[in-house]
T-cell receptor, first 113, second 111 residues
Framework: KAGVTQTPRYLIKTRGQQVTLSCSPI?????VSWYQQTPGQGLQFLFE???????NKGNFPGRFSGRQFSNSRSEMNVSTLELGDSALYLC????????????FGNGTRLTVT | GQQVMQIPQYQHVQEGEDFTTYCNSS?????IQWYKQRPGGHPVFLIQ?????EVKKQKRLTFQFGEAKKNSSLHITATQTTDVGTYFC???????????FGKGTHLIIQP
């Protein structure tokens, strides 16, 4: 079974731009969660989607948004990028919604200059 | 706010020595999970503990869940270079806010 696939692997953007990251979950998994990982703050929960609905949301500003498609693939968008948004963005899938064990992708490394 | 604390932040050991990382939650947890992230990699699920006082073993790794379900530990016996990485605990704190991760313990092994 293929694992969680995230694209792109690396991204460099400038302040004020917006970015869209993509995540394809493990086949059959309907829940997709997004996490931001930085050296200072560690792994922080962004949001979770299940069956195209956002079920949970972390404590991030409205510039961070996401969506899930009918095939369970998910995208997250960050608008008006700030330097502090530089991070590794990890997507994780699980078979069901709620608190399940997570299968992470390799992440997208976003650098904002 | 509600959180998961992990200590130590860094641990240097000689290869062959034992290693332990501790995790404490500000609230009672329904379950706790442990993940390992190799340098340059992504977190990989190791185990989930659910019952009060539960102890589980995976080869040289021993995981414990406290009686009050507010703390947990991971102990590695006779570390090997393949154990290098960051070990995270994570729990469902606050119900609807996804998994809350500790900041991790970075295990550095000197040969």
């Amino acid at each position: 079974k293929a694992g969680v696939t995230q694209t792109p692997r690396y991204l460099i953007k400038t302040r004020g731009q917006q970015v869209t990251l993509s995540c394809s979950p493990i086949s059959g998994h309907r829940s997709v969660s997004w996490y931001q990982q930085t050296p200072g703050q560690g792994l922080q929960f962004l949001f979770e989607y299940f069956s195209e609905t956002q079920r949970n949301k972390g404590n991030f500003p409205g510039r961070f948004s996401g969506r899930q498609f009918s095939n369970s693939r998910s995208e997250m968008n960050v608008s008006t990028l700030e330097l502090g948004d530089s991070a590794l963005y990890l997507c994780a899938s699980s078979s069901r919604g709620g608190i399940q064990t997570l299968h992470f992708g390799n992440g997208t490394r976003l650098t904002v200059t | 706010g509600q959180q998961v604390m992990q200590i130590p932040q860094y641990q240097h050991v000689q290869e062959g020595e034992d290693f332990t990382t501790y995790c404490n939650s500000s609230t009672t947890l329904s379950n706790i999970q442990w993940y390992k992230q190799r340098p340059g990699g992504h977190p990989v699920f190791l185990i989930q503990l659910v019952k009060s006082g539960e102890v589980k073993k995976q080869k040289r790794l021993t995981f414990q869940f406290g009686e009050a379900k507010k703390n947990s530990s991971l102990h590695i016996t006779a570390t090997q270079t393949t154990d290098v990485g960051t070990y995270f605990c994570a729990g469902p704190i606050g119900g609807a806010d996804g998994l809350t991760f500790g900041k991790g313990t970075h295990l550095i092994i000197q040969p």
